[in-house]
């Protein structure tokens, strides 16, 4: 309904990840993410706001309810910290290949080895 009806370009690309609506159907929490920087996120959050009233009249013609929720759009952080989760457990990673790459590395370089710590079978008569 927002990518459809709400003709205003601030809205930007966003994503509704999940809807919270009270018991009494009173109040709508939409939650969004939003494509770009905190800029492009500050654009579409004043554009939605806008659009609040507009998608709450176009909501209730479909829903045929008493009384339309209102509706509150709010920034979902959730999807971001995620992100940021996953970006770590990326780095860990690397350094772990890195390390594990670097440790087999080390055990196959033959010039590595101490001379006086080779043993052969003479040495153990």
Same mark, same amino acid.
Do not use: C, N, W
């Given at each position: 309904?927002?990518?459809? !009806?709400? *003709?205003?370009?601030?809205?930007?690309?966003?994503? $509704?990840?999940?809807?919270?609506?009270?018991?009494?159907?009173?109040?709508?929490?939409?939650?969004?993410?939003?494509?770009?920087?905190?800029?492009?996120?500050?654009?579409? !959050?004043?554009?939605?706001?806008?659009?609040?009233?507009? &998608?709450?009249?176009?909501?209730?013609?479909? &829903?045929?309810?008493?009384?339309?929720? !209102?509706?509150?759009?709010?920034?979902?952080?959730? $999807?971001?910290?995620?992100?940021? $989760?996953?970006?770590?457990?990326?780095? $860990?990673?690397?350094?772990? *290949?890195?390390?594990?790459?670097?440790?087999?590395?080390?055990?196959?370089?033959?010039?590595?080895?101490?001379?006086?710590?080779? *043993?052969?079978?003479?040495?153990?008569?």
């Amino acid at each position: 309904m927002i990518a459809r !009806e709400v *003709h205003d370009p601030g809205v930007g690309f966003v994503t $509704i990840t999940r809807v919270a609506v009270t018991p009494d159907l009173q109040q709508a929490r939409v939650y969004y993410t939003a494509l770009g920087d905190e800029k492009a996120r500050r654009g579409s !959050e004043r554009a939605l706001g806008r659009a609040a009233a507009f &998608l709450r009249g176009k909501l209730g013609a479909r &829903l045929r309810l008493k009384r339309t929720p !209102e509706i509150e759009f709010v920034y979902d952080e959730s $999807i971001a910290g995620q992100d940021r $989760i996953e970006q770590l457990l990326s780095e $860990i990673r690397a350094a772990d *290949h890195a390390a594990a790459a670097e440790s087999r590395r080390d055990a196959s370089d033959p010039s590595d080895t101490d001379p006086a710590q080779t *043993h052969t079978d003479d040495d153990q008569s």
